[in-house]
């Protein structure tokens, strides 16, 4: 699709972009809340930071990972570190999956996923209910996890594209 | 099995420890990294608040920047929606803007006869300083509903001021920064608002559910058979944390398995704020109150100590009183003299006037009987020979001239 002919500064702009979008998406909360459907929301970070660390992509830094995490969190108002924390534990789910994986699968990846995103936002959800006495919904989370588990194949099919474009 | 654990302990250890050439840190020390930012977050350190608030003022200013192409799409999204909705709620707004009209001069007279009866019953009257701010992030997240709005610590803006729309209550402040804060919406969860339900007058306590209703708790069972769907919902003031008379929303019904449950619509659309005011307001009297409230507390910490100081208030009362009463006693007497004066000079003058009526009615006959005599002497007056009158000057002769001469035998 897309073709650099010379590896020059478009190049090195286009390697950038997921952890820009990833930037983006933290600030921006990215997530068609204005739209003010009640059960409705999907966490974008989650679906950008799996795929691109489950695919071990060029200047996809887990410190800058860290760092989006913080902004997150920041911007949502939860307590700092709590969603590196969740990011964090996503790079070792890939890490440890990319490690034992030897034809990735994305059906596999897909479903994996899930179990990964649930087990982060069960962790989430614990420690903010326990530790910080939040009042949270159960019920927005499961749904949360449920629309990014779906959304997940949707933006990897996009996603596809732009490492066909990396990889050309 | 024991290959496939190694394989497991391997893969794992290789995803914790392992560092990739792109990778400046390993994922360990991330983790580790991350854990410590959490324990210190919860801990209030100078140091810590000072980063932080650093954090929170350059992430919501580029946070603002960023947003903006969102921003655009979704007012360009709720225009395109006003303006297929246009005339009928211009229309609707015309209709309700006349009522309104009407009603703000009623109200006008209502405030300033609360602010009276307040100074009244020794209430304190705080004098409000709104401050308009701008909100430069309203992410509506489905867990926490917050905004963070452009005025901070350098605005006087200070964690539990009160925020307005319009003259709705949205929310207070949680979090100050230099020129931002963070605003808890009343629709979070973790908002509780003491109410009053008017008219039915019952206090409650609203919390959010996530939503654009509110929860009403706190109240007795039963009493949600007077509310009616007219009920108005404003803060009642309990706690401090919220200024009283502020309204709210108001009383929404619903039916969930067959039974009819009571929520709170609130008047203000928070998905819609782009301004809200900030009461940065101060309460004059209620300082001066409080200072004097504070004083006395210093001074009645001890239990014995504020007994004496009910008894010895209690003798102060009592001498002011016996005092008072003395003085009006004194009054009383020397006007009960005054009086006893007037009686007896006023006795005097009637005995006077008495002796005058009398001489009169005296002149009164004496004159009568000149009269009488000067008709009728010749037949009552006595002759030398054959004499049937009486002697002059007797009593006979006198009854004779008062009976117009008629002589009795």
Request: glycine fraction near 4%.
């Amino acid at each position: 699709m897309i073709n650099f002919k010379t590896k020059g500064f478009y190049y090195k702009l286009y390697t950038w972009f997921p952890i820009m979008f990833l930037f983006i998406s933290v600030l921006n909360e990215f997530d068609f809340n204005y739209l003010n459907l009640r059960y409705f929301s999907f966490n974008f970070p989650f679906i950008l930071i799996f795929y691109f660390t489950i695919k071990d992509v060029k200047n996809f830094d887990y410190s800058l990972v860290f760092l989006s995490g913080l902004v997150n969190d920041t911007v949502t108002g939860l307590p700092l570190g709590i969603s590196s924390l969740s990011y964090i534990l996503i790079c070792i789910a890939t890490s440890y999956i990319r490690n034992i994986t030897i034809r990735p699968n994305p059906i596999k990846d897909w479903f994996y996923f899930l179990f990964v995103i649930s087990l982060i936002n069960s962790i989430n959800y614990s420690v903010l209910t326990l530790f910080f006495s939040f009042d949270l919904i159960l019920v927005s989370y499961l749904i949360n996890t449920l629309f990014t588990f779906f959304f997940y194949i949707i933006f990897y099919s996009i996603f596809k594209y732009y490492m066909k474009g990396l990889n050309d | 099995m024991a290959s496939s654990r190694d394989d497991f302990i391997i893969a794992i250890r290789s995803a914790f420890l392992k560092k990739s050439t792109q990778q400046k840190f390993s994922l360990s020390t991330l983790i580790l990294i991350s854990l410590f930012t959490i324990i210190l977050s919860n801990y209030d350190f100078k140091i810590i608040r000072y980063a932080k608030i650093g954090i929170n003022e350059v992430v919501y200013r580029s946070s603002f920047i960023v947003s903006i192409p969102e921003n655009f799409i979704k007012n360009t999204f709720l225009e395109i929606n006003e303006y297929t909705t246009f005339f009928k709620k211009y229309k609707e707004d015309q209709n309700e803007l006349n009522k309104l009209r009407s009603e703000n001069i009623s109200n006008e007279i209502i405030q300033n006869e609360n602010r009276e009866l307040k100074e009244l019953i020794n209430d304190y009257v705080s004098s409000s300083e709104m401050l308009l701010a701008k909100i430069i992030v309203d992410h509506d997240s489905p867990f926490l509903k917050s905004i963070i709005i452009n005025k901070g610590s350098k605005d006087n803006v200070k964690i539990g001021t009160n925020i307005f729309d319009q003259s709705y209550l949205v929310g207070r402040v949680i979090e100050v920064n230099y020129r931002t804060s963070r605003v808890l919406l009343l629709s979070d969860l973790n908002s509780n608002v003491p109410v009053t339900i008017a008219p039915q007058n019952v206090q409650a306590i609203i919390t959010g559910s996530g939503t654009d209703f509110a929860q009403i708790k706190y109240i007795k069972e039963g009493i949600f058979d007077e509310f009616t769907e007219q009920s108005i919902i404003y803060s009642s003031g309990t706690g401090a944390i919220f200024k009283s008379g502020i309204p709210i929303g108001r009383l929404k019904s619903s039916v969930n398995e067959d039974i009819k449950e009571y929520n709170v619509e609130f008047y203000s659309d928070f998905s819609q704020l782009k301004y809200v005011f900030a009461d940065v307001g101060s309460k004059i009297e209620i300082t001066k109150v409080e200072e004097k409230s504070n004083n006395s507390e210093v001074e009645d910490k001890t239990p014995l100590n504020a007994k004496l100081k009910i008894l010895e208030d209690e003798l102060r009362i009592i001498e002011d009183s016996n005092l008072k009463f003395q003085s009006e006693n004194d009054f009383l007497k020397t006007k009960i003299n005054e009086l006893n004066i007037n009686i007896t000079i006023l006795k005097n003058e009637i005995t006077n006037q008495k002796k005058i009526i009398n001489q009169i009615d005296i002149d009164k006959e004496e004159l009568e009987f000149l009269r009488l005599n000067l008709l009728y002497s010749h037949k009552c007056q006595t002759r030398k020979l054959f004499s049937t009158g009486y002697k002059i000057g007797t009593p006979e002769y006198k009854k004779c001239i008062l009976n117009k001469g008629k002589i009795d035998d």
